[in-house]
């Protein structure tokens, strides 16, 4: 199922962010976690993904540092910075009362949810 | 280090360094990548303008992308797929990349805020950069429609809107009598009149009464003709401003037989005395009388507006019977509103004191009513502030094409950016936000065209002033820019822009983004309702063309019959000029003869070689300041007028060889002769107009009448002859009555003097100025013109307008023009290859071209349809400016549809015609 603009326009940068804070990333890995771990409901288009890390990175939320990877190739790595984990933080609780709240209205089923 | 410039061939600088191009190139070429992915990025890389370490950067982490595919065991295809448009994902990345230049880091939400404008800003002004053809023809379309505007509208203003320079200017009014059964709107007023009107309205703060009065000042170099006024007591206190220097006049000095007093304008005192403070109490020399100088008018309260002296009115404190009759009328009042009374009420009020007098004395007041004239209208005149509100309307019109032609190569243009719009709308830019640019663009282009409109407009203003008749627009030379000229320059940018962005942006702003992203854009929103907006655009544009056109055709008919009017004489080879005798003192020989100096003069210049004939005369055709003004006449030994039925006729006085001189025909009797001397019975000619009124159906040679005015000698004068009519104020003005009488008969101290001559008259001024002053050196004389300069300068103020709006009106079918050649040229692209289809089908290329012909024509009749309704009920607006036209011409009415009709399809060819010629094969490639 894919989300609608809007919607994933909100959550993409909160389900990025979510996944470097738990370990530092390169594009392609974000990319395929995203896509693995959310059953493709947040599979993001690549013509949007690098655009909002770079977006990301401007507003400093998340930085991006050149290291080697396993494969011995060099990969851009991103991670959370503590702006960004403040940040995420305040998006979490903002998503938990809206979820909270539409399970209240009986509208969606919070144990259907993964993770 | 440092940069020569160009990027040596092996791909290194001349430091031995890397350009970047060549490390990027080296980064593909070592990456794990196919060709194809290669040349993707370079795509992206290209699109996304990025420069320097960031490009690589980016450059660096997509080929690590496409690496860790390939790795996963991915094809190359199916990970170009995941990515899409290349040209798309550079878009993204430069803005999620440039972004971060604009933003200001902790200005908050208005920051924010600033820096999405300045940011869309910034991509407008590039964007305008990118395309110098559009930003060329927008800007300058619409700087002709502003600087039209802001040119005619800084004429309004300096005429019409700028307060005059005195105080309280909008209480001031001019009561005048009317006759609105004989057209008079303005006529002189009477003395009973003034003093009714002072003393019984009750509307009025003041009233004053004055006389223009011009006279001669001597002493100078050259004797010099001065224009004045013979002003009533407390005349200074209408205009409500202390005198500058000294005291107005005192009850004494309006005494009869008192000490001449007179006071000056401040532009006379400081041109002839050099602003002498000390002038106060000295004499000065006028018409050969002293006059002690009083004071000196301040300019803010100088009326009559070219008056440089003014002089008291000498009636004493009774005033004499004659200045009562009510038909001495030959005086102006001027008043001032009491505070909070209405124009419209005090008008009534002086209509029904007037009326009151008629009823008095039907025999010289019937049918006379009067009206309050604002200052304002009387300075400018009621036809001229008219036209000019007109011409504001035509221009206007303009401005609306131009704007309509903006918008719709605006809309074209934003069609063209439907994906740039749909990226915006992809990254989550809300509507607004997605057509902020586009609207952005089109304010600077209304801005852009704004400052050169201003320019234009400058030069504009500069051009009116130089070619506009001074006499008409009195004031043009003197136009500045004030306050409200620039708010009227910045609001109409404004506005403009606004007017030509709002169609194409909410076309845009419905754009089906899903369709631009499935169709891949080529054809998305070419669809119905752009065509239907150009279509609308068009045909506003040719609606109003036709407003203008059909306005500018009855102007110019109406111009072409005044030109070929016969004003009733002969221009060629005359020269005319302005005589003014002197006060002799009756003792000396000249004051003797005082009658007789007209006559030397004619004798002395007959004698210049080359004149043919010489006379002199009162009133001078076509300038006819000067007519004796209406005096009421009746004929002799006929059946006694009834009351209301008496004749009206304007006084001439004229030399023996006036009509030859001039050319005027004589019809039936003779002219006059040196036989009609003083002590013979006394003559007259009459127009045949006034002949036709006064003995219908009669020879009035040898028939006799007098006046019934008590301003002339009541002796009956001897009709001897009957001359065509002549036209006096202006060429419009038809079959006026006139009355001549030989100079000889009639003394008149202020003549003008015409001559004929062999030969261009324009040559022998000075020699006529020398053979005047030969006669009387202390003779002033002015206007030396020739009788062609005469007419011209009469025809000038309708010419003039026939020139603008007839400019005015071909930039409008011009624009319109371009406007329906846009619209089919756009849509034979759109239609390509449909048309190529029909072509390969079997279409002839004549068949081809006539769909699209058809098309303009199809806009051109809808846009004649309505505006051809629209523009005859506008031009009924026109018709009191028409001279012998109507509004409704026939000849005007289908012309201008046709010459519309023909230009659309003229425009429409061009295109048609590269449509007959479509090569189908290459047409169906296009899809």
Not at chain 2, 146 to 156: E, K, P
Not at chain 2, 515 to 523: D, F, I, K, M, P
Not at chain 2, 698 to 727: A, F, I, M
Request: proline share 5%; aromatic share 6%; charged share 20%.
């Amino acid at each position: 199922m894919r989300v609608e603009r809007e919607l994933m326009r909100g959550a993409g940068p909160v389900a990025v962010l979510g996944l470097l804070e738990q370990r530092e990333m390169y594009g392609y890995e974000l990319v395929e976690a995203l896509s693995s771990q959310t059953d493709g409901v947040l599979a993001m288009g690549r013509p949007t993904l690098y655009p909002l890390l770079y977006n990301l990175e401007r507003k400093q939320l998340i930085r991006g540092v050149w290291r080697e990877a396993e494969s011995g190739r060099k990969r851009k790595y991103y991670g959370v910075t503590k702006k960004g984990m403040a940040w995420l933080r305040v998006q979490q609780k903002q998503w938990g009362s809206l979820i909270g709240a539409m399970a209240g209205l009986g509208l969606i089923d919070v144990g259907s949810g993964r993770r | 280090m440092h940069w020569t410039g160009r990027r040596p061939q092996n791909g290194r600088r001349e430091d031995g360094l890397e350009t970047p191009a060549i490390r990027e190139e080296r980064l593909l070429a070592e990456s794990r990548i196919p060709d194809e992915v290669r040349g993707y990025l370079r795509a992206v890389m290209d699109s996304s303008k990025l420069h320097g370490a960031a490009r690589f950067d980016v450059l660096k982490e997509l080929v690590a992308h496409f690496e860790d595919g390939l790795a996963a065991r991915r094809t190359a295809e199916d990970l170009l797929n995941d990515f899409g448009d290349g040209e798309l994902v550079g878009i993204l990345i430069r803005r999620s990349r440039r972004e971060a230049r604009w933003t200001p880091r902790r200005l908050g939400r208005l920051g924010n805020r600033t820096a999405d404008i300045s940011q869309d800003l910034g991509q407008a002004i590039r964007g305008l950069r990118r395309n110098p053809g559009y930003t060329a023809v927008a800007v300058l379309t619409l700087a002709l429609g502003i600087g039209a505007n802001t040119a005619v509208f800084s004429v309004v203003n300096g005429l019409l809107l700028r307060p005059l320079p005195y105080p309280a200017a909008h209480e001031l009014v001019l009561p005048v009598l009317t006759k609105p059964a004989e057209g008079v709107r303005q006529g002189p007023v009477g003395y009973a009149d003034y003093l009714r009107w002072r003393e019984e309205t009750g509307v009025f703060q003041n009233v004053g009464l004055y006389v223009d009065w011009n006279l001669n000042i001597t002493g100078g170099e050259r004797p010099e003709r001065l224009k004045g006024a013979i002003v009533s007591h407390r005349y200074l206190e209408v205009m409500g401003v202390p005198p500058l220097l000294g005291r107005t006049f005192v009850p004494e000095e309006h005494e009869r037989g008192a000490g001449r007093a007179a006071m000056l304008s401040k532009g006379f005192w400081e041109r002839r005395f050099g602003g002498d403070p000390d002038i106060i109490g000295t004499s000065i020399l006028l018409d050969g009388e002293s006059y002690q100088v009083v004071g000196v008018f301040p300019p803010e309260a100088q009326w009559p507006r070219e008056a440089e002296i003014w002089m008291p009115l000498t009636f004493g404190a009774v005033t004499p019977d004659w200045v009562l009759e009510m038909d001495a009328r030959g005086y102006s009042v001027v008043a001032r509103l009491q505070p909070g009374v209405e124009l419209s009420q005090a008008a009534a009020v002086v209509d029904q004191i007037a009326r009151r007098a008629a009823a008095e004395r039907p025999d010289t007041r019937a049918g006379f009513g009067a009206t309050v004239i604002p200052l304002r209208t009387y300075v400018v005149g009621e036809n001229t502030r008219r036209a000019l509100w007109l011409l504001m309307g035509c221009v206007g019109f303009v401005l609306l094409i131009a704007c309509a032609n903006v918008a719709n190569l605006t809309l074209e243009r934003s069609l063209g950016r439907q994906k740039e719009i749909s990226i915006r709308a992809a990254m989550g830019a809300g509507r607004s936000r997605s057509v902020r640019p586009l609207a952005l663009e089109c304010l600077l282009v209304a801005m852009l065209g704004g400052a050169v409109g201003m320019a234009v407009s400058v030069w504009g203003t500069a051009a009116l002033a130089a070619v506009a008749p001074a006499a008409t627009l009195p004031g043009i030379h003197e136009l500045g820019v004030d306050l409200r000229l620039l708010v009227f320059g910045l609001g109409i940018s404004l506005a403009t822009g606004l007017g030509f962005t709002l169609a194409p942006a909410s076309l845009v702003a419905k754009l089906d983004l899903r369709q631009y992203l499935t169709e891949g854009g080529a054809r998305a929103g070419h669809g119905p309702a752009g065509r239907r907006a150009r279509s609308t655009m068009s045909v506003i544009q040719l609606a109003l063309s036709v407003v203008l056109v059909l306005g500018a055709g009855l102007t110019a008919k109406s111009t072409m019959g005044l030109v070929q009017t016969d004003p009733g004489f002969r221009e060629e080879g005359v020269l005319t000029m302005k005589v003014f005798l002197p006060h002799y003192p009756p003792d000396s020989p000249e004051g003797r003869m005082e009658g007789q100096v007209y006559r030397a003069f004619t004798e002395r210049l007959k004698d210049l070689p080359g004149a043919v004939s010489a006379a002199a005369v009162s009133a001078l055709p076509l300038s006819a300041d000067g007519l004796f003004d209406y005096l009421p006449f009746q004929a002799v030994g006929g059946v006694e007028p009834m009351i209301g039925e008496t004749h009206f006729a304007n006084w001439n006085i004229v030399g023996v060889e006036f009509f030859e001189t001039m050319g005027i025909s004589l019809s039936r009797g003779r002219a006059f002769s040196r036989d009609d001397v003083p002590t013979g019975p006394k003559v007259a000619v009459l127009s045949e107009s006034f002949a036709r009124e006064l003995f219908p159906n009669q020879n009035p040679v040898g028939k006799r009448l007098r006046s019934t005015s008590s301003v002339v000698s009541g002796d009956p004068l001897e009709v001897v002859g009957l001359v065509g009519d002549v036209r006096y104020t202006d060429m419009a003005d038809a079959g006026r009555n006139v009355i001549y009488v030989p100079q000889s008969q009639s003394a008149w101290r202020a003549m003008a003097m015409v001559l004929r001559f062999e030969g261009d008259p324009g040559e022998r001024v000075d020699e006529v100025r020398e053979a005047v002053w030969a006669v009387d050196p202390s003779a002033p004389i002015t206007e030396v013109r020739t009788m062609a300069q005469v007419t011209a300068e009469s025809l000038a103020a309708p010419r003039f307008a026939t020139t603008l709006v007839a400019i005015f009106a071909a930039l409008a079918l011009v624009l319109a023009v371009v406007g329906v050649y846009g619209v089919v040229n756009v849509s034979l692209r759109q239609r390509y290859h449909e048309l190529g289809v029909r072509k390969a089908l079997g279409a002839e290329g004549g068949d081809i071209g006539r769909l699209l012909v058809g098309q303009g024509a199809k806009l051109a009749i809808v846009g004649i349809g309505i505006g051809l309704p629209a523009g005859m009920a506008l031009t009924r607006l026109l018709s009191g400016l028409l001279f012998e036209v109507r509004a409704s011409d026939p000849a005007i009415l289908l012309g201008v549809p046709l010459l519309l009709g023909a230009s659309a399809l003229a425009a429409a060819a061009f295109p048609a015609r590269r449509a007959a010629r479509i090569d189908p094969v290459e047409a169906l490639r296009v899809e």
